[in-house]
């Protein structure tokens, strides 16, 4: 069965800079595309970053571009999400998240596994 695991998030200032991890597990994925994801509470969960497993495009939100970069080692089969320049309103639970054959995935609709988050806090 599939697996997602996140890991790599943490308490830290506002400027810190982080790298989040989510380790695949469970199928091949390189036809898929993965995503990350953020939920702060009180509030929708957003779309943050995507990844083609495949070709190595990526596509990333308004939020979050210049600051956020997505990556993957397919040898590890692990997708890293590093977060630079952190703000308190980056301060949330990041999900992980694989959508089979869409690009460029950036609605929740689209994901077919989830992990199961870790949270990151920034403050100021």
């Known amino acids: 069965q599939v697996q997602l695991v996140e890991s790599g998030g943490g308490l830290v200032q506002a400027g810190d800079s982080l790298r989040l991890s989510c380790a695949a597990s469970?199928?091949?994925?390189?036809?898929?595309?993965m995503g990350w994801f953020r939920q702060a509470p009180g509030n929708e969960r957003e779309f943050v970053a995507s990844?083609?497993?495949?070709?190595?495009?990526?596509y990333y939100s308004d939020s979050v571009k210049g600051r956020f970069t997505i990556s993957r080692d397919n040898a590890k089969n692990t997708v890293y999400l590093h977060v630079n320049s952190l703000k308190p309103e980056d301060t949330a639970v990041y999900y992980c998240?694989?959508?089979?054959?869409?690009?460029?995935?950036?609605?929740?609709?689209?994901?077919?596994?989830w992990g199961q988050g870790t949270q990151v806090t920034v403050s100021s």
């Open positions: 998240a694989a959508a089979r054959s869409r690009w460029p995935a950036r609605l929740r609709v689209d994901y077919n596994y």
């Open positions: 469970g199928r091949t994925f390189s036809s898929y595309a």
């Open positions: 990844i083609m497993w495949g070709d190595g495009s990526t």
